[in-house]
Each structure stands twice: as structure tokens, then as C-alpha cells.
């Protein structure tokens, strides 16, 4: 019996840059997430280890460089959603706890993302919501506020794809 592979890979890696009162997010401009608040994201590949994967991807898309505190958990979100987009719907999430060791946050829309992120920003966390953030931010917001790190699978059948971006827009 063969299994069938997706075209793209589910399992992604996604570092958490925050503290109680505030996260370093993306201003997502593609994907699943579009136009709202995205941790640092990036697909497993075997190019890289996934401590090496978060850290690099952390740096591209924030211009923070980090370490990895610790791997909080993995946890599977269904959205049945993100059939209409031809994504996947179903996503595994590997999540990091990073902390910021050097660089700069690149508040603008860095030239070789234009089509990924309008830049990264500290967004407190009383300002994030269901619907300015990606799921994965309201994973990372619990556990920030309480410490907590849930890894029950979560299907989200009222999630809908942001029209306009939920953020102000540096560019």
C-alpha cells in the first residue's frame, strides 16, 4: 500500500519571541495566514535541523538573531478552510520558545520578502485577537500569558481567510 505524499509539506516550525506583555509577529501578506499576525514560521525541510530551521527563519523575517529556550510541543490544527486556498488543512506545528540574542527588528517590508511579510513588529499581547492573528499566535499568546502549553489537536471550523490586512501596512 502507498501513501500518499501532499504536494506540500504540513509540518512546519514556529518560534515564539515574546514575553507576558508582548511578540515579536510577522505582518503576513501570504498563505494560510494572510493578511494577519504570524509567528516565525517556516516549513521542516531535511536541509536543516529544526533548532537550525526556527533560528534561521527567525532571523530572516525579523532580523532577530536568537537562541532556542526550549521546544514547548507540537500541536495539529485542522482548518477546513484553507481548502478553498489549495492549501493543506491540516497543519503541524512544532513550537519554539526563542530568545532575542542581537540584530535589529526590520520594521519594513524587507526587498527580498516583498511577497511574504510587510515586516515584523512587538504587538502587545492585549492586542491580539482572533481576528488580527493566526492561530498559531493565539497558541503562542496562552502560553505566554499563563504558561500553559495545550498540545490537543484544534479544528477550526469558523476560521476565515482575511480579506484586508489586519495591521497597519509600513511598506
Same mark, same amino acid.
Given at each position: 500500500?502507498?501513501i500518499?505524499?501532499?504536494t %506540500?509539506s504540513?509540518?512546519?516550525?514556529?518560534?515564539?519571541?515574546?514575553?507576558?506583555?508582548a511578540?515579536?509577529?510577522?505582518?503576513?501578506?501570504?498563505?494560510?495566514?494572510?493578511?494577519?499576525?504570524?509567528?516565525?514560521?517556516?516549513?521542516? +525541510?531535511?536541509?536543516?535541523?529544526? %533548532?537550525?530551521?526556527? %533560528?534561521?527563519?527567525?532571523?530572516?523575517q525579523?532580523?532577530?538573531?536568537t537562541?532556542?529556550?526550549?521546544?514547548?510541543? +507540537?500541536?495539529?490544527?485542522?482548518i477546513?478552510?484553507?481548502?478553498?486556498?489549495?492549501?493543506? +488543512?491540516?497543519?503541524?506545528?512544532?513550537?519554539?520558545?526563542?530568545?532575542?540574542?542581537?540584530?535589529?527588528l526590520?520594521t519594513?517590508?524587507?526587498?527580498? +520578502?516583498?511577497?511574504?511579510?510587510?515586516?515584523?513588529v512587538?504587538?502587545?499581547?492585549?492586542?491580539?485577537t482572533?481576528?488580527?492573528?493566526?492561530?498559531?499566535?493565539?497558541?503562542?499568546?496562552r502560553?505566554?500569558?499563563?504558561?500553559?502549553?495545550?498540545?490537543?489537536?484544534?479544528?477550526?471550523?469558523?476560521?476565515?481567510?482575511?480579506s484586508?490586512?489586519?495591521f497597519?501596512?509600513?511598506?
Amino acid at each position: 500500500m502507498m501513501i500518499n505524499e501532499p504536494t %506540500s509539506s504540513p509540518l512546519f516550525v514556529c518560534g515564539i519571541i515574546g514575553d507576558s506583555t508582548a511578540m515579536v509577529l510577522n505582518k503576513c501578506l501570504t498563505g494560510p495566514f494572510k493578511n494577519r499576525y504570524d509567528l516565525v514560521t517556516a516549513p521542516v +525541510t531535511t536541509r536543516a535541523t529544526l %533548532s537550525e530551521s526556527v %533560528s534561521q527563519i527567525a532571523q530572516l523575517q525579523t532580523g532577530l538573531k536568537t537562541i532556542i529556550s526550549k521546544q514547548l510541543g +507540537t500541536i495539529q490544527l485542522t482548518i477546513p478552510a484553507l481548502a478553498a486556498l489549495e492549501l493543506p +488543512t491540516s497543519l503541524i506545528n512544532i513550537y519554539y520558545l526563542l530568545e532575542p540574542v542581537g540584530g535589529q527588528l526590520l520594521t519594513k517590508r524587507p526587498a527580498y +520578502t516583498e511577497a511574504v511579510s510587510d515586516g515584523a513588529v512587538r504587538v502587545p499581547l492585549t492586542e491580539l485577537t482572533w481576528a488580527n492573528s493566526s492561530p498559531r499566535v493565539m497558541q503562542a499568546k496562552r502560553f505566554l500569558q499563563t504558561g500553559a502549553f495545550p498540545t490537543a489537536e484544534q479544528r477550526l471550523d469558523g476560521y476565515e481567510v482575511a480579506s484586508e490586512p489586519q495591521f497597519e501596512i509600513v511598506g
